[in-house]
């Protein structure tokens, strides 16, 4: 009995000897820009944060670097602790909250919340970003908690997302207050091949119409077909304006063209004479088919004031534009407009997301873009061509 109350002495001394667990003062936390010299810790952070979709040090290298990006780190005592990182969309106001963690024992004490609020701030201010997405797994019930808090609302979802194959929930939240927007919502549909945008927007203005409409690889390269005109710069062919406009005719919908030059499209780029005198061809045979149906063409050029009012009247408007403005490559690309407020025009881009892009199909959806910005973005070639096709309900 004595012998276990020795014991019992021992092990209170020694426990009295351990030391204190250290008391954690929020005061001493700073956010500031991530450094190159940070790349050891991030690492060291992303792997005790994250077990799926981990940020390599080569990641991390060029996203300090090189990405057009805001970059935040949490640091604490000389560690750091947690970090935010947000990718800015360039040529539209749209920032995409890439990738954001605090280590689990710094959490609770609002790091991510104060986190989160000097990002809004630099996107808005620095960037002149309107709104800020993100993506979430559904299983984060946390994380989601603490983003409709912080006023983010859900506006779409991505299945088949994370590198397990769970689906993404994508959030958003307008870090610039502006008069609240009308959405047409309009599914959002990816573009299977290089050359089909076009049919890509005709389908998800289809499907918007139809909820039964198919939008599949198969019906996409039907509209291709149809659309087509035969050859545009190299490779493949792309669809014109009247290929789009009569294939949504025949499947009995109501369509307008807005066209600010009565001239071959996309004619200029193509050095073949054989191939000029093809699309020639096939654009007089287009505007005979056009000629005999009922769908309206308007010699002009597609205004912010025309595209306000074909919304108001429910007509969907795919429009072309130049992706000169988003990636320095002077391409045709067809893109649907889905709303407009006091600043800027919304649209679905159906390009392609390749393994290597950081953006992400969440910067495809719902783009903002401001309306000056817009107007350049939708004139095509030195001529500055300007072509609309809008659809409305049959």
């Keep these: 009995m004595n012998s276990i109350f020795k014991g019992g002495q021992n092990l209170k001394k020694i426990n009295s000897s351990a030391p204190k667990p250290q008391v954690f003062k929020p005061e001493l936390v700073k956010i500031r820009k991530a450094r190159v010299s940070d790349l050891p810790k991030l690492v060291e952070l992303e792997n005790a944060c994250f077990d799926y979709d981990q940020l390599s040090r080569r990641n991390f290298h060029w996203m300090i670097k090189h990405a057009h990006s805001i970059f935040q780190v949490i640091e604490y005592e000389t ?11 360039s040529g539209t106001s749209l920032a995409r909250l890439y990738s954001i963690c605090t280590l689990k024992k710094f959490q609770g004490h609002g790091l991510a919340s104060k986190l989160i609020a000097t990002l809004e701030t630099l996107a808005s201010d620095d960037e002149d970003c309107a709104y800020l997405r993100l993506e979430v797994r559904p299983d984060n019930k946390g ?4 983003y409709e808090k912080l006023g983010y609302r859900k506006f779409s979802k991505k299945d088949d997302y994370y590198e397990d194959g769970a689906p993404a929930l994508c959030y958003e939240k307008r870090i610039r207050v502006l008069k ?3 959405r047409v919502e309009i599914p959002y549909y990816q573009q299977g091949t290089d050359f089909t945008c ?7 203005a289809l499907k918007t119409f139809s909820p039964k409409f ?12 149809e659309a087509t005109t035969i050859f545009m710069t190299s490779g493949h062919g792309g669809c014109g304006p009247h290929g789009l406009a009569l294939s949504a005719w025949r499947r009995g919908y109501k369509v ?13 780029t ?29 010699r002009k050029r597609l205004t912010l004031v025309d595209v306000k009012e074909i919304l108001k009247k429910g007509g969907i408007p795919i429009v072309l534009i130049s992706t000169y403005h988003f990636d320095n490559n002077r391409v045709p690309h067809w893109v649907v407009i889905t709303a407009y407020d006091d600043d800027f025009i919304y649209i679905h881009d159906p390009d392609q997301v390749t393994p290597s892009d950081y953006e992400g199909v969440i910067n495809r959806v719902h783009i903002p873009i401001p309306d000056e910005q817009f107007l350049k973005v939708s004139r095509w070639g030195k001529d500055k061509v300007s072509a609309a096709v809008v659809i409305y309900k049959k």
Excluded at 198 to 204: A, I
Excluded at 275 to 289: A, G, Q, R, S, T
């Design 79 to 89: 560690k750091l602790i947690g970090y935010g990182l947000v990718l800015i969309n």
């Design 143 to 146: 994380a989601i908690k603490l």
């Design 180 to 182: 609240k927007k009308s």
């Design 198 to 204: 076009g049919p890509s927007c005709l389908m998800m």
């Design 214 to 225: 198919d939008m599949s690889l198969t019906t996409e390269l039907q509209l291709w077909r």
């Design 256 to 268: 307008d063209m807005y066209l600010s030059h009565t001239s071959v499209l996309f004619i200029d």
């Design 270 to 298: 193509v050095r073949s004479l054989e191939k000029k005198k093809v699309i020639e061809l096939v654009h007089k045979d287009f505007e005979k088919k056009i000629s005999d149906t009922n769908i309206k063409v308007f």
